[in-house]
């Protein structure tokens, strides 16, 4: 499975943002797929994942109300719109699969990840 980030750029606080991630090599449904970031000199957190059909979401409390996941499974494709950005949002964003339509909030729990895009909130 490859995943493939785009979107990621240099941005105002407060200002909004999308990334996307297109998926190849699987059923996309099949897949419960999630977003993760690392900020420099920090681990990587896991902020957001979706359920294979799209119906459900978990959101960490740090980007709840902020950012929205959603998924377009004609499209082989998931995204993430970002509001509200903060300069602590700065991090590169990790998409990321599991080989099941289940949520799954832990980072372990994913088995493909994509090469990353930067995100830069300029305050």
């Known amino acids: 499975v490859q995943l493939v980030e785009s979107g990621g750029a240099v941005v105002q606080a407060l200002g909004p943002s999308c990334l996307s991630c297109?998926?190849?090599?699987?059923?996309?449904?099949?897949?419960?797929m999630g977003w993760s970031r690392q900020a420099p000199g920090k681990e990587r957190e896991f902020i957001v994942t979706?359920?294979?059909?799209?119906?459900?979401?978990l959101y960490t409390d740090t980007v709840k109300g902020r950012f929205t996941i959603s998924r377009d499974n004609a499209k082989n494709t998931v995204y993430l719109k970002m509001n509200s950005l903060k300069p602590e949002d700065t991090a590169v964003y990790y998409c990321a699969g599991r080989r099941s339509w289940r949520i799954s909030s832990s980072y372990n729990g994913y088995h493909f990840w994509g090469q990353g895009t930067q995100v830069t909130v300029s305050s």
């Open positions: 979706i359920s294979g059909d799209g119906g459900i979401t």
């Open positions: 297109a998926a190849s090599g699987r059923t996309f449904s099949n897949s419960a």
